[in-house]
């Protein structure tokens, strides 16, 4: 069985898309995804076979102050109004819906990471967790503290998966992956730092404690995420793709040029894809 997990990243996950719009493309398919935050939209369309649609919104509809701004805010939404993103502009009848119907008949096993607000535990949802005009889990995956609420998806109060377990590749392995593709939106020696979440867990410390513990060790998870997912690439269980530079984008940087950039990265770099399952047992 052939895995793909899109760690997302935020903007710079459009990288994500030009290596899922190549798939379609080139009629890749895949029996098992896995997306965390940005991510998860990223691989549930390419599912719906949506070749070009994430794309969209990287590229025009993040440039809206409805989807991305201070005037959110103001209106006493979070400042990446996520409803506007995943029901406004993705339900039926919306500007640019997602194909449920074309995602219902998708075999593969597919599932959306999130972390638990009480516990801090990465938890995992299946693709029954997703239903015609309501893609909360996708919202609920991507739901940074601070810049967006919290989602509820059956029953567990979640924020982003990658705050817990940023890059979950021995998840797909677990779950029967022989092989798996890896796509990172960072450069593969880009080393975190600790520190970078100081400022925001004072406030989340009081009414979500559980995950204090996950923002400090973010940095610590991620690097150790990003060796497991090397050291499986050596011993030819794994592709890891990943920019080779980031134009220049960060999680939440609007500039055209540099999305565009990008989004040419990743469908470059996905030509690499043929060969690692051509060269693996199918």
């Not at 969209?56 to 201070?70: D, L």
């Not at 798996?180 to 979440?197: A, D, M």
């Not at 406030?203 to 991620?222: A, D, I, Q, S």
């Amino acid at each position: 069985m052939t895995g793909i997990i899109d760690v997302g990243g935020g903007m710079r996950d459009i990288y994500g898309s030009g290596v899922l719009d190549y798939c379609l493309d080139n009629k890749i398919d895949f029996d098992y995804i896995l997306g965390i935050s940005a991510g998860t939209a990223n691989l549930f369309t390419y599912a719906a076979g949506q070749r070009g649609r994430t794309k969209r919104f990287y590229e025009n509809y993040a440039f809206r102050k409805e989807y991305m701004s201070f005037s959110n805010l103001l209106r006493g939404r979070s400042y990446l109004d996520l409803d506007y993103i995943y029901s406004e502009l993705s339900d039926e009848g919306g500007e640019d819906p997602f194909d449920f119907d074309s995602f219902e008949k998708y075999e593969g096993d597919a599932y959306i990471a999130c972390t638990d607000a009480e516990t801090g535990r990465q938890v995992y949802f299946d693709k029954n967790a997703v239903e015609k005009n309501n893609l909360t889990a996708f919202k609920a995956s991507c739901a940074l503290p601070l810049v967006c609420g919290r989602y509820n998806v059956n029953g567990i109060e979640c924020f982003d998966g990658g705050i817990s377990n940023p890059v979950p590749v021995e998840k797909a392995f677990e779950d029967g992956c022989d092989r798996v593709v890896v796509i990172l939106t960072l450069p593969v020696n880009h080393v975190k730092l600790p520190g970078k979440n100081r400022f925001a867990s004072p406030f989340v410390r009081k009414k979500y404690p559980g995950l204090v513990t996950c923002l400090n060790e973010y940095y610590r998870n991620y690097n150790d995420g990003v060796r497991k997912a090397l050291a499986y690439e050596k011993q030819g269980r794994a592709l890891v793709l990943a920019p080779d530079d980031c134009a220049g984008m960060k999680t939440l940087t609007r500039d055209k040029a540099k999305i565009q950039a990008l989004y040419r990265k990743g469908y470059k770099d996905a030509e690499k894809i043929n060969d690692f399952i051509q060269g693996g047992l199918l």
